[in-house]
Every structure is written in structure tokens, then in C-alpha cells.
């Protein structure tokens, strides 16, 4: 008797979910209010003492995350027993970001930022609304090129400024030279005829 093939049964749980696809997400933050599409709405709120360097937010999703300042740009902290090691480092819109697991750089601008190492992890905010993701990447390398094209124009004006100005100068100065060299000229052979005239014969 032929033994009937085995069939696998056919697994109710969803795939898992890649990284990147966990990424695309829209959400609003606010200061004390953060509702997203795939996380909820969650409440918080923090307290500090900047002198200390110490801090501690209560999160109604997340729990309770305890944080304390090591140096400037860096911190560590505790959150649902994992430590957290974040740093920051730099001034204006060009920053290196540390972590556990290494370095990376991003750019920084009044929508957001744009991670060069970790395209993933960029955010793009525009009233209330915060990306992440593929959408915050693309959002972003959008607002750098109109902004990238936007200064290479201005440079390129002044640029062209700068140098109309500098050519300028130069024939300024060369029509003052021939103007005095030919003065100088005049008067020397004007010198010259006079001193002919009165020569006495």
C-alpha cells in the first residue's frame, strides 16, 4: 500500500517583515503626542536636570528610558533593560552619528536629514507629518538637489560678479596708465618744442 505523500501545511503566521519595508512609515510628533501608521498613538513625557546631565521619559508605549549625559554630543541610557549609546557630533548641517553599532554621517536641514552611510534611517517632516524611509529618502534627495542646484546658481552669479568686477578693475587701471603715459608723453615732447623755440639761434 502506497503511503499517501506528505503535504506541509500551509502557515498561518504573515512573513516577517524586511528592515526596509519596517522603515516606510508616516507619523506625527508632537511635544508630548507621537501617532503613527504603523506604531499608534503614544503619549510621553520627560524630565531632566541639565546641571546633572541625567534625564528620564516616560513613554506610554516604550515604558520608562533612563538616560544620562557622558560628554558633549554623547549620552547613554536604559530602556526596557537594553542599554542605548547615542551620539552627535557637530556643528551646523553636517553631523557624525555614533552608536553601538559604529559611525555614520548625515545632513541636516529644516526638513529633516539625510543619512550618506544609512539612506534607511533618513526622516523628512513637513506640517506635523514625519517619513521615514524610502519616502524620507526620496523627499530628501529631492529638497538637496533643488537646494544643491538653488546655490549653484547663486555661486555661479557671484562668481560671475567677482569677475566681471576683477576685469573691470583691470581696465580701469590700464586705461588710467595709457591716459598718464600719454600725458607724460605730451609734456615731454611739448618740453621739448619749447625748449626748441627759445634756444637762441
Known amino acids: 500500500m502506497e503511503k499517501a505523500p506528505n503535504r506541509s501545511k500551509k502557515s498561518n503566521t504573515p512573513p ?18 507621537r501617532a503613527s501608521r504603523t506604531g499608534g498613538v503614544a503619549a510621553r513625557a520627560t524630565v531632566s536636570d541639565k546641571k546633572l546631565g541625567i534625564g528620564a521619559t516616560v513613554n506610554t508605549k516604550h515604558g520608562l528610558q533612563l538616560h544620562k549625559r557622558f560628554w558633549n554630543g554623547a549620552r547613554v541610557g536604559f530602556q526596557k533593560g537594553r542599554f542605548q ?24 536641514n529644516s526638513f529633516g536629514s539625510y543619512n550618506f552611510f544609512k539612506p534607511q534611517y533618513s526622516s523628512f517632516r513637513m506640517g506635523g507629518l514625519h517619513f521615514r524611509g524610502q519616502t524620507a529618502q526620496m ?36 586705461v588710467k596708465f595709457a591716459w598718464a603715459s600719454f600725458q607724460f608723453l605730451k609734456e615731454l615732447v611739448l618740453g621739448f618744442i619749447q625748449g626748441f623755440k627759445e634756444t637762441p639761434k
Do not use: C, D
Open 139 to 174: 523627499l530628501q534627495a529631492v529638497i538637496m538637489l533643488f537646494v544643491g542646484t538653488f546655490n549653484l546658481i547663486l555661486f555661479s552669479l557671484r562668481a560671475i560678479y567677482v569677475l566681471a568686477w576683477v576685469v573691470y578693475q583691470i581696465v580701469v587701471f590700464f
Open 16 to 33: 516577517a517583515r524586511s528592515k526596509q519595508e519596517k522603515m516606510k512609515r508616516i507619523e506625527y510628533k508632537g511635544k508630548h503626542i
Open 85 to 108: 549609546f547615542i551620539g552627535r557630533y557637530g556643528k551646523g548641517p553636517f553631523i557624525i552619528n555614533q552608536s553601538k553599532k559604529g559611525f555614520s554621517a548625515s545632513y541636516s
